[in-house]
C-alpha cells in the first residue's frame, strides 16, 4: 500500500484565516478543507475535460 504523500503549503495570513473560518463551519480541519477543495477541483476538472491520468 503506498503511504501518504506530504506536501508543505505557504500561504499569506489572510488566506489561511479565511481559510480556517471555512474549515470551521464546514466541521473540518484545514487539512481536511484542503484535500476537499482540492478534489472538488479536480472533479470540476474531470467533467469539463474528461479523465485525469
Same mark, same amino acid.
Given at each position: 500500500m503506498e503511504k501518504d504523500k /506530504? +506536501?508543505? +503549503?505557504r500561504i499569506d495570513s489572510d488566506t489561511h484565516k479565511k481559510l480556517? =473560518? +471555512?474549515a #470551521?463551519?464546514?466541521g !473540518? =480541519? @484545514?487539512n481536511? #478543507?484542503?484535500?476537499? +477543495? @482540492?478534489r472538488q477541483? @479536480? @472533479? !470540476? /476538472? #474531470?467533467k469539463k475535460y474528461g479523465p485525469l491520468i
Open positions: /506530504h +506536501l508543505g +503549503l480556517k =473560518s +471555512l #470551521e463551519y464546514d !473540518r =480541519s @484545514i481536511g #478543507e484542503i484535500l476537499y +477543495l @482540492i477541483a @479536480i @472533479i !470540476r /476538472h #474531470e
